[in-house]
């Protein structure tokens, strides 16, 4: 089909649409390099060529996903394609250009990204098929990019203001198994309405729709009517004039052809949604992190965590995770999470958590001997002065509120209490002498044991450092025992 003489020379994909398509067209299997008029589009902007693919592409029914639902993935980070005798979207092959070439990303951020994502998800909406911007890797799958300028393919480029080529894709009687479909954004600026077109009409050509000269639908040239769909009615192809379509008949219905190549829409499944972190009834510290599991039928649009029923975060992307804020008080506390999907269900998921705000890191549980100025007590637990220093198991804050100026706190959150110095097995019934870097404790037999703090020489040291440790600090705790009881 020719282009109009105001449009840029031949290209090298141009030559190889106009050389192959003329001798050939009555072919069953033919390449669109489809044209769309955007909004601003004038009468003179180019239109589309044509040129064979190999008829063992084309199929009655496109790739299937999981359950046998029709993938389409809007590929929106670009990538290296090569050429391929068939379109395989799962190997970045495709027919319709003879070299190899890169497409960069999106260009126009993520809210541009998510209208043109939102709008091709409601273009497909009666159909059972889903429309995604996450990469199904080698599963089967149909595939529009949309990224750059039509030179990235060989193409003339517009003006980046809706006059140029939007989008090029293989076109069959049927179906092109695995098709590969390019739609130009730079074509367009700015403008997911546009984009959404541009990606709309070629992957409809993937699926064997021709141009339809009516200006609703989304196969069309036309403009000037609002938002494109694929209209239930019966139109002729053609693009400024209308003319049969390829495969031999005089009208086509896009609507029913889909209809009848992918089938109706399933009934929307709502979404699931779950907090896989924290665990309900955990003990947690005042800043802790939410990790969340969500999945749809068709998309989670976005996901709420509500605290104690105030909402503090939301993300539209997985991985689905959050951090609390750091004010929040001791006690019991109610999470909840909120996914909603792309339809407007809701699915919750609700938990409860105790918060233990902490005045030390939990690294430093332990035991905490006292320093060289306490008024009394050596590690033997006989202390000069009993009535005011804490005996084994009395609670304290520090080693110099024990008589044994040994202070232990075993595990996250656990309580402090007066422990001593030992020797095999001459610790209090239900405690086990337990051997540390800075000497042997009485700690719990049924708790963990934890690390011990030398509060005067500001040393921690945990069980199982090594010798070399363990003798440093040993020498430390007895110089200190030394000095404590010359004084006495």
Request: glycine content about 14%; aromatic content about 6%.
């Amino acid at each position: 089909m020719p282009r109009p003489a105001s449009s840029p020379g031949k290209s090298r994909l141009e030559s190889r649409i106009r050389s192959r398509g003329a001798g050939r067209a009555r072919s069953l299997a033919v390449l669109a390099a489809c044209v769309l008029a955007a909004p601003s589009a004038s009468a003179d902007a180019p239109h589309g060529g044509y040129v064979l693919v190999q008829a063992a592409q084309v199929g009655p029914r496109p790739a299937f996903g999981e359950a046998g639902r029709t993938v389409l993935f809007l590929n929106r980070d670009g990538g290296h394609y090569a050429h391929g005798w068939q379109d395989d979207s799962s190997q970045n092959l495709t027919s319709i250009v003879g070299f190899e070439f890169d497409v960069p990303a999106y260009p126009f951020g993520d809210d541009s990204w998510n209208q043109v994502l939102s709008c091709m998800r409601d273009l497909y909406a009666d159909f059972d098929i889903e429309v995604t911007d996450v990469d199904p890797g080698e599963a089967p799958h149909m595939e529009v990019v949309i990224g750059g300028w039509p030179h990235v393919l060989g193409l003339p480029d517009g003006d980046g203001n809706g006059n140029g080529y939007g989008g090029i894709a293989p076109l069959g009687c049927g179906v092109v198994q695995n098709a590969v479909s390019f739609a130009f954004p730079e074509t367009y600026g700015d403008n997911p309405a546009g984009i959404c077109e541009a990606a709309g009409q070629e992957s409809a050509h993937a699926f064997g729709l021709d141009h339809g000269f009516l200006c609703e639908d989304i196969m069309t040239y036309l403009v000037g009517c609002g938002q494109k769909r694929f209209v239930d009615q019966d139109v002729p192809c053609g693009e400024l004039d209308p003319r049969a379509c390829y495969c031999g008949a005089e009208t086509q219905n896009s609507h029913q052809y889909l209809m009848d190549v992918l089938g109706p829409a399933r009934a929307d499944a709502p979404p699931s949604v779950e907090i896989t972190q924290p665990e309900d009834g955990a003990v947690v510290d005042s800043t802790f992190g939410v990790e969340v599991e969500a999945t749809d039928d068709s998309s989670i649009a976005e996901v709420e965590l509500y605290v104690d029923g105030e909402l503090v975060a939301e993300d539209d992307a997985p991985p689905w995770s959050f951090e609390i804020p750091p004010e929040l008080a001791d006690g019991s506390h109610g999470l909840e999470v909120w996914a909603h999907d792309d339809s407007g269900q809701v699915a919750v998921d609700r938990i409860r958590v105790e918060v233990e705000v902490t005045d030390e890191p939990t690294d430093e549980d332990g035991v905490d001997p006292g320093g060289d100025d306490d008024d009394g007590g050596d590690s033997t637990g006989d202390p000069s002065d009993e009535d005011a220093l804490g005996a084994f198991g009395d609670a304290c804050e520090e080693g110099d509120d024990c008589a044994s100026n040994a202070c232990a706190r075993t595990g996250a959150g656990g309580g402090r209490f007066c422990t001593q110095e030992c020797e095999d097995d001459d610790c209090p019934a239900g405690n086990v002498c337990t051997e540390l870097d800075v000497g042997r404790y009485c700690l719990p037999e049924d708790g963990p044991s934890g690390a011990v703090g030398l509060s005067a020489g500001g040393c921690r040291a945990v069980p199982g450092a090594g010798d070399a440790g363990r003798a440093v600090l040993f020498a430390l705790v007895a110089a200190l025992a030394t000095a404590f009881r010359r004084r006495a």
